[in-house]
């Protein structure tokens, strides 16, 4: 709601004013009355308005003479004139003074209103505009943060645009650090953009106040805080306690979890791309070390090598776990071979994918010499390979690669006359999930199992595809529905089965049954 202050030294224009217009319908409400000039001063020094609407002859001060001293107060505020005279020299002086409108009395009420309507118009147009112009100060100044610490500008372009958006290169160290989230209770893709826009908003505010530096995005969505100031290696402390606190504001206000990685301190601003390009790098220790970390570029060397043959032991302690079908022994290995990991001092994210790769195809390999039939189900090799690069942390690679083990496990399991329990559980949730937006591919991603095997094995058990399977689900389930309750029409029915395109639903409904759904509902004994 815009406010107003209505100014008159007749009582009865002021009530006749405040029942004349519907004020809420048009996003006004009076914020007040004053019976003269000086009344009216009193009250915009102690309350925000928006509209003035003041006669102009006034005992104290008139209303020419208040517009002056409102408008040097606040010079966005929009008067309007009330007058029972139709004096040019008020026009004029009054139109110099910047009004919205000179109103005779009696006040005509369409004027009014039309009046009123315009101003609340302009209002919101200088709004926007000032948003705009903001907004678009804020993106220029980003992008040119963003070209500078990736190192996409050049150092004469830097210092010009510099000079341009306030940015000051003379500041002494500099450094970069980079937020990521590492979970989030938001699962949509504009959801999640607010998040990370809320964590940016977060940290400039936090660095930013304490003279640290600012925060911006970058083109991964992640949050880069640009430090720079006197002396950054001696305020180490200080700095700590800052990006601390962008942790724990992000946790218990934005409910997500970050990995915070910090760049080398570069004494040269043209060198700021190098802390940026550290932290990156760093981020995939993310992997190893968790979520909710603070980790400085001297706390990891650049490089960390170990040798795969360490892992040797527990990949043949795993064979033989799968050959005895043991579970239990399986998830023992793991676990003992992923603490032994951790354990190693800097053990870099490419040895614990590396070894993660050995494990796979150990089991792979275990399997396969196990059971020669089992070759058409690993075609897929490659994109079995991927919840490994996926896995946020070495807790979500453990139940990943035990998960894989237990696929491993219903392929041996599993013998030409009977369904695996991974199988029957995939059936089930059809079962359950049918009306769902489901198909083979979101199916095996929730039970993290490669799409290619999981219909491979699901047309060997079943001796039905993934898709016709639940397309007979699909339909047994509306047929159900057409017989049991006539008010539903055709097009609901395809919903709450699972169908979103009525036209495909007739088409699959008439392939498995014969009929249209409208046949079928009168009489539903012409199918089985």
């Known amino acids: 709601?815009?406010?107003?202050?209505?100014?008159?030294?007749?009582?009865?224009?002021?009530?006749?004013?405040?029942?004349?217009?519907?004020?809420?319908?048009?996003?006004?409400?009076?914020?007040?009355?004053?019976?003269?000039?000086?009344?009216?001063?009193?009250?915009?020094?102690?309350?925000?308005?928006?509209?003035?609407?003041?006669?102009?002859?006034?005992?104290?001060?008139?209303?020419?003479?208040?517009?002056?001293?409102?408008?040097?107060?606040?010079?966005?505020?929009?008067?309007?004139?009330?007058?029972?005279?139709?004096?040019?020299?008020?026009?004029?002086?009054?139109?110099?003074?910047?009004?919205?409108?000179?109103?005779?009395?009696?006040?005509?009420?369409?004027?009014?209103?039309?009046?009123?309507?315009?101003?609340?118009?302009?209002?919101?147009?200088?709004?926007?505009?000032?948003?705009?112009?903001?907004?678009?100060?804020?993106?220029?100044?980003?992008?040119?943060?963003?070209?500078?610490?990736?190192?996409?500008?050049?150092?004469?372009?830097?210092?010009?645009?510099?000079?341009?958006?306030?940015?000051?290169?003379?500041t002494g160290d500099y450094a970069v650090a980079l937020m990521a989230l590492t979970n989030s209770p938001y699962e949509s893709p504009a959801s999640q953009d607010l998040l990370r826009y809320s964590m940016n908003n977060v940290c400039h505010e936090i660095v930013s106040t304490r003279g640290l530096g600012t925060a911006l995005r970058d083109l991964g969505g992640n949050v880069a805080i640009l430090l720079n100031c006197d002396d950054l290696g001696r305020r180490d402390e200080e700095l700590r306690a800052a990006l601390t606190e962008c942790i724990d504001q992000v946790r218990s206000v934005l409910k997500a979890g970050v990995f915070v990685t910090v760049g080398m301190i570069q004494s040269d601003y043209r060198h700021v791309y190098k802390s940026y390009r550290r932290a990156n790098e760093m981020q995939d220790y993310r992997l190893v070390l968790g979520g909710d970390r603070l980790v400085f570029s001297r706390d990891i060397p650049n490089s960390a090598e170990f040798r795969l043959s360490a892992v040797q032991e527990h990949l043949l302690l795993l064979s033989d776990s799968l050959q005895t079908r043991d579970p239990g022994s399986i998830d023992a290995t793991i676990d003992d071979l992923f603490d032994r990991i951790k354990s190693m001092p800097h053990a870099s994210p490419a040895f614990v994918q590396s070894a993660s790769v050995m494990i796979l195809l150990q089991m792979i390999n275990t399997v396969r010499s196990m059971n020669s039939n089992t070759q058409p189900v690993f075609d897929g090799i490659k994109d079995i390979f991927a919840g490994i690069y996926q896995s946020r942390d070495l807790a979500e690679l453990t139940e990943w690669l035990k998960t894989m083990s237990r696929t491993c496990l219903d392929i041996l399991n599993a013998g030409d006359d009977q369904i695996s329990p991974l199988i029957r559980k995939v059936m089930e949730t059809i079962q359950v999930r049918y009306a769902d937006n489901i198909n083979l591919k979101t199916v095996a991603a929730d039970f993290r199992i490669n799409s290619f095997y999981l219909g491979q094995l699901?047309?060997?058990?079943?001796?039905?595809?993934?898709?016709?399977?639940?397309?007979?689900?699909?339909?047994?389930?509306?047929?159900?529905?057409?017989?049991?309750?006539?008010?539903?029409?055709?097009?609901?029915?395809?919903?709450?089965?699972?169908?979103?395109?009525?036209?495909?639903?007739?088409?699959?409904?008439?392939?498995?049954?014969?009929?249209?759904?409208?046949?079928?509902r009168s009489d539903p004994t012409m199918t089985n």
């Open 1 to 170: 709601m815009y406010k107003v202050l209505i100014v008159d030294d007749e009582p009865i224009i002021q009530e006749g004013l405040s029942n004349l217009v519907y004020w809420e319908e048009h996003g006004l409400e009076i914020a007040g009355f004053a019976n003269n000039g000086q009344e009216a001063i009193d009250f915009l020094n102690a309350t925000s308005v928006h509209i003035l609407i003041t006669d102009i002859k006034m005992p104290h001060m008139d209303g020419l003479a208040l517009i002056r001293a409102a408008k040097a107060k606040d010079p966005r505020l929009k008067c309007i004139i009330m007058s029972g005279y139709n004096d040019f020299p008020y026009v004029k002086e009054a139109a110099l003074l910047g009004i919205e409108n000179y109103l005779l009395k009696p006040i005509d009420e369409n004027e009014l209103i039309h009046t009123l309507v315009n101003t609340v118009q302009r209002i919101e147009n200088e709004i926007h505009r000032s948003i705009e112009m903001t907004e678009g100060y804020r993106i220029l100044k980003e992008n040119i943060l963003l070209r500078w610490i990736t190192g996409e500008i050049s150092s004469h372009e830097l210092r010009d645009k510099a000079e341009l958006l306030n940015i000051d290169l003379n």
């Open 458 to 520: 699901f047309k060997k058990e079943t001796g039905e595809a993934f898709n016709t399977y639940l397309n007979q689900v699909r339909i047994h389930k509306a047929k159900q529905l057409l017989a049991s309750d006539q008010r539903l029409r055709t097009a609901e029915v395809a919903a709450q089965v699972g169908y979103l395109n009525t036209n495909y639903f007739f088409t699959i409904f008439r392939k498995f049954t014969g009929l249209s759904p409208t046949e079928f």
